[in-house]
């Protein structure tokens, strides 16, 4: 079954430029895991310190998979404490 | 410029079955709106309770007009008070 991710990213204001290039670093690998269908970040306009991740994933080992990838820990690693917030949803298309 | 939306709705257990077909309702009329490029409704796979509306549109003017129509006005208003939490954020696409 395909699975769905939405992930919010809200960044401090002192660490927004680097975490920011984080963000946009862990995009190409991702892309080129099997499985990633689509993989998109995208930025709030009325909360430029919001960040948010809009990803398909042909199945959820693709998705587990994705979670061990050095890529995608090193990234994870690089945002400890650089954050305000963090929310991860799992989501399936319904309509 | 294109304009996305991620909605985020979380119901009172009470009224999951009511919420859960008006949030299915408001989806064809609004794929049928000019400047509707998707319209696209989740459900979260560990939170049930929780739905993320996935939206893009084609400018902040059909974004606007989407939040003026009879059947949106009538879905927000159908939504009054059986809601745990909304959350709308509107998003430029950055990568």
Redesign the interface.
């Known amino acids: 079954m395909e ?2 991710v ?1 992930a ?1 990213v809200i960044v401090k204001p002192e660490f927004l430029s680097e975490v920011s290039d984080a963000l ?1 670093e862990v ?1 190409e690998p991702s892309r080129q895991e099997v499985g990633c269908l689509q993989y ?8 430029p310190e ?3 991740f ?1 990803e398909r994933w042909a199945s959820k080992e693709a998705l587990l998979k994705h979670n061990d990838t050095k890529h995608f820990v090193n990234f994870a690693q690089h945002l400890e404490g650089k954050l305000v917030a963090l929310d991860i ?7």
Chains 1, 2 share one sequence.
């Open positions: 699975i769905r939405v919010t946009h995009i998109e970040l995208h930025r709030d306009i009325d909360h919001t960040f948010v809009y949803k799992r989501l399936k298309s319904v309509a």
